[in-house]
């Protein structure tokens, strides 16, 4: 729910706070035990930020009046706001024994339910107070922050936008409803809500934070980190600003600047959870697995049932490869309410290979959380590894608002194209993620040609000489263009849509049984090919065979998809061939620790790009490789390739199945239990030597 002032605090008096406490006084003067002038004076000091006077006059007033209800609610009040939420609910009691339906009461002991996470019986208290004041903003805006901490977000911004009617200025409602949108994946509107509260109230640092977080999911770093260090200076001692700007920090890789602010954090409140969470989160960050334990350990020693704790023992234990201890803790957090774990689950589940399970765990963490985009995205690519490909593709739209994937999403002034035709339209294809992606996806240029459109591909400097090897580039049809190291640094020729290329599987409704494939699209300039088999000619009898066994160092799961030149050794020894790397990058390496017996020549490792690579392709029998670009690049010219998989693959490999309808020359060699590569190599010996 958002963190914001208590609802049921009096009415703010700034302005006449002198002019109330003068009459209060004129009325003690006559009678020092004055109970309607003793509770006035509690209001004033409430205001005034003086809690501990605030309970002395509401008490004398209590004394003086103990059948009045206002004065029982006033120490309620007061209590509240010294921090003494037990003896406020004994207040609060004693005024509703006193009139069963006293609003502030029932407002009072709302507010307390909801402190300590009771939000249901919180609602019945703020129901309770709006049926007998339905015109009382403060119980609007209780009401919706019960609702909000439930997640009936929907019904929240009800509650906020009839506070707001009823008070159009009301900071506080301005900024739950803010709060609200951003739930319900509404982030224009949440980030206006935001400002609206500033507007209203520049000092609001609950508000700068909340706007802080919103800009750093939506790739705005600097806004973020300028609204992070506003709620900073108002309040230097809110242990939540100085968490997010930690993890602001530590998504822009700047752990030492992360570092500081947690330290910063750290002194502030040593026993704050969120704040040893999120010294765990940075921990595993950096890759320090026992280090993240220590402060997990020290976070769950604090809050036994704190469900990001939980949540995150689940993730480092996934880390270590203990699925099923990992699905056990994201269950506990689950249950708890947290609202991460059952899509972590459902990953956890899919390593363990109860593929099902793991479907069902993401469906239900998207009905949970419909605006979550982590969630759409997990459960995207379990759809499409299951082949699930209409529902998944739709889902898989939702990387565009995960920063996992896409820290700083392209933006574009014209619109998105969805496959309407186009009659001489211009249309971007642009490329997003890796390499092999774009070789993967290209083919698609060819439909939107046939929509009547001018594709314009504008992809990675490595593969824009090669894909001038497409047919409807060759024929003038299609553009290619390059995209910069960074993705906004290359302006493309003048376009009238644009469109991602991992998109057009979307907008072309592809399934399995219907993935494009008009024979090998990319093939090797003839020029280049023949120096290449100048370079290289074979050596010994039997087939020429390219090796590569790692892919981009960047990609999250690389550890898992890559291996060392070592591991394919014994296919090395074993079989008669003319091996030749086509390994790129410091892997490449690896060549030089090879024993004297085993050659294997480097053909690519200073490829200026693709396109020559592929000229030692067309060289070759075979192409042996883990999950990289050059799989791609294989698969792309119908070259016969082997394709060496972990125990989870990436989806786009989909499961248990050893052809992909993406490469008809391709033949997936799967690890049969998580890292087992030795399995996998002996596999490819066997094949080989039935050749």
Known sequence: MPRQANSSQPPDLAGHLTEVALACQRLLQRDPQHPQALVGISLVALASHQPQAAVKMASAAVAAAPAMCAAWVAVGQALMAAARPEDAERAYTQAICLDGMDALAHMGLGELQLAAGRPAEALRHFNLALSRRPNLPAAHLGLGNALAFMGRNEEALSSYTRALALQPRLPQAEFAA??????????????????RALLQRPDFAAAWINLGSLLRELGSDIAAEAALRRAIALRPDLVSAWVNLAILERERRRPAQAEKCL???????????????????????????PGAWAWLRWALLRAPGHDEAINMMGILLHAEGRFAEAVAAFERAEALGNRAAASNRGNSLLDLGRISEALR?????????????????NLALTQLRLGHWRSGWANYEARWHFREVHRAPRRFSVPRWQGQPLAGQRVLLHAEQGLGDTIQFCRFAALVASRGGVPILQVQPPVQRLLHALSVVRTARAEVTQLGAEPHSAAPPRFDLECPLMSLPAVFATTPETVPWPGPYLAADPELVAEKRRQFPGKTPGPRIGLAWA?????????????????????????????????????AAQLAALPAAVTVCDASSRDRDLAET?????????????????????????????ILLPHLADWRWMQLTPATPWYPTARLLRQPVPGDWRSVVNHAIELLEGI
């Open 178 to 195: 803010g709060f609200a949108l951003a739930r319900l994946g509404r982030p224009a509107q949440a980030e206006t809500r935001y400002r």
């Open 263 to 289: 330290r910063t954090a750290f002194a502030l409140h040593p026993d704050q959870v969120e704040t040893l969470v999120a010294w765990c989160q940075f921990r595993a960050a950096q890759g320090d697995l």
């Open 361 to 377: 765990a993401h469906r239900a963490a998207v009905r949970r959380d419909p605006a979550n985009p982590g969630a759409r995205y």
């Open 551 to 587: 892919g981009n160092p960047r990609y999250r799961a690389d550890r898992q998809r890559s291996t060392h030149l070592e591991t394919l050794l014994p296919l090395l020894r074993a079989v008669r061939a003319t091996w030749i790397s086509l390994q790129k990058g410091d892997p």
């Open 614 to 642: 592929a000229a030692t392709l067309a060289t070759l029998d075979l192409v042996i490789t883990t999950d990289t670009s050059i799989a791609h690049l294989a698969g792309a010219m119908a070259k016969p390739v082997w």
